[in-house]
T-cell receptor
Framework: GAVVSQHPSRVICKSGTSVKIECRSL??????MFWYRQFPKKSLMLMAT?????????EQGVEKDKFLINHASLTLSTLTVTSAHPEDSSFYIC???????????FGEGSRLTVL | QQPVQSPQAVILREGEDAVINCSSS?????VHWYRQKHGEAPVFLMI?????EQKGHEKISASFNEKKQQSSLYLTASQLSYSGTYFC???????????FGQGTTLQVKP
């Protein structure tokens, strides 16, 4: 079945640094990918829709300059958390859909801890 | 906009049944159900498309009432492995953009 992979699975960084998280569709092409964040014991909150070859669409309240999304190819989207602060510590998960309909496949998630 | 799940938490004994509900105020194209274990990514259970269908997967099944914009997840003869947090995700069109409910925590005890 379709697989979505994220890297890294865990990252710890110092406040003020930037962190890049990769989301890859391993056996299908995804023109659209989605980025979610999840705080402990909370639901998954959609952050943005990543569109291959064009700008990402951000949900209301999500800072686009803070969370940079690049979808440079049909199999890779990246989320860069810029100038990270402790409040950015969270579980970031991406998802993608094969063939444009049906099941959405989630990556394994990336746990970011900002010290 | 976020769908509402009920109940918020359920505690069961092995072998007991449970129903988790998901309700939206918007017209829905599909409802997706996921189970998440602590520290892990959500695991897909099933998807229901508008049309009022019901789906089954071993002892886990679900229904979707398009007119009421409601979906229910049925867990029968629960097993310890069913423990986790269940989320419904809703689509208002074929966009792939899921909006998740707040989750229902299920704990199955021996």
């Amino acid at each position: 079945g379709a697989v979505v992979s994220q890297h890294p699975s865990r990252v710890i960084c110092k406040s003020g640094t930037s962190v890049k998280i990769e989301c890859r569709s391993l056996d299908f092409q995804a023109t659209t990918m989605f980025w979610y964040r999840q705080f402990p014991k909370k639901s998954l909150m959609l952050m943005a829709t990543s569109n291959e070859g064009s700008k990402a669409t951000y949900e209301q309240g999500v800072e686009k300059d803070k969370f940079l999304i690049n979808h440079a190819s049909l199999t890779l989207s990246t989320l860069t958390v810029t100038s990270a602060h402790p409040e950015d510590s969270s579980f970031y998960i991406c998802s993608a859909r094969d063939r444009g309909f049906g099941e959405l496949f989630f990556g394994e998630g990336s746990r970011l801890t900002v010290l | 906009q976020q769908p509402v799940q009920s109940p918020q938490a359920v505690i069961l004994r092995e072998g007991e049944d449970a129903v988790i509900n998901c309700s939206s105020s918007k017209a829905l194209y599909s409802v997706h159900w996921y189970r998440q274990k602590h520290g892990e990514a959500p695991v897909f259970l099933m998807i229901l498309l508008k049309g009022g269908e019901q789906k089954g997967h071993e002892k886990i099944s679900a229904s979707f009432n398009e007119k009421k914009q409601q979906s229910s997840l049925y867990l029968t003869a629960s097993q310890l492995s069913y423990s986790g947090t269940y989320f419904c995700g809703t689509e208002t069109g074929n966009t792939g953009k899921l909006i998740f409910g707040q989750g229902t925590t299920l704990q199955v005890k021996p």
